[in-house]
T-cell receptor, first 113, second 111 residues
Framework: DGGITQSPKYLFRKEGQNVTLSCEQN?????MYWYRQDPGQGLRLIYY???????QKGDIAEGYSVSREKKESFPLTVTSAQKNPTAFYLC????????????FGSGTRLTVV | AQKITQTQPGMFVQEKEAVTLDCTYD???????LFWYKQPSSGEMIFLIY??????QNATEGRYSLNFQKARKSANLVISASQLGDSAMYFC????????FGAGTRLTVKP
């Protein structure tokens, strides 16, 4: 079955460490997105990529980095510069025309310890 | 960035009754899309319904319908015949190039 796989589901990080969240899709979608969700709040856009080897900053890109070397993969690195990284991170993809909406992964819950 | 407003942090509805979740948006664009997503406690985002800005008819998907009033810039979600499994967070989203979300409404269905 096609879909988006995010791993790991739960991630713990020590302060000062970088950590990379994985997002893989086998839907042949061109566009991929990373969102952050804090408790009781909506989703905020971190980065997005419309095509391989290209990506754009969203509303809250500071302290994060991404790469898009393959169509299927869009990993997100949470760097030590991100002051409050504890959150739920969701990856999504879309084929372009979006009547069907985005397809979301199941999310990664990151906790800084 | 466009502002999407959901003014109801929490809503309660009796099982089998209908409920309306409010969503307004601020834009000067003429072409855009509006979405509603459901997020159960497990965290996944489930697509419910879509409305294009040029669609003349309100969208419907089973028990979900979208009350689209373009001049008022509102896109309210109506859930008919609520079920216990409808208890979740509901997010309105605006799309033009990328998708931006409202803060959400937590719906609780009472038996």
């Amino acid at each position: 079955d096609g879909g988006i796989t995010q791993s790991p589901k739960y991630l713990f990080r020590k302060e000062g460490q970088n950590v990379t969240l994985s997002c893989e899709q086998n839907l042949n979608h061109d566009a991929m997105y990373w969102y952050r969700q804090d408790p009781g709040q909506g989703l905020r856009l971190i980065y997005y990529s419309q095509i391989v080897n290209d990506f754009q900053k969203g509303d809250i890109a500071e302290g994060y980095s991404v790469s898009r070397e393959k169509k299927e993969s869009f990993p997100l690195t949470v760097t030590s510069a991100q002051k409050n990284p504890t959150a739920f991170y969701l990856c999504a993809s879309s084929i372009g025309p979006v009547r069907g909406g985005y397809t979301f992964g199941s999310g990664t819950r990151l906790t800084v310890v | 960035a466009q502002k999407i407003t959901q003014t109801q942090p929490g809503m309660f509805v009796q099982e089998k009754e209908a409920v309306t979740l409010d969503c307004t948006y601020d834009t000067s664009d003429q072409s855009y899309g509006l979405f509603w997503y459901k997020q159960p406690s497990s965290g996944e985002m489930i697509f419910l319904i879509y409305q294009g800005s040029y669609d003349e008819q309100n969208a419907t998907e089973g028990r979900y319908s979208l009350n689209f009033q373009k001049a008022r810039k509102s896109a309210n979600l109506v859930i008919s015949a609520s079920q216990l499994g409808d208890s979740a967070m509901y997010f309105c989203a605006y799309y033009r190039g990328d998708m931006r979300f409202g803060a959400g409404t937590r719906l609780t269905v009472k038996p």
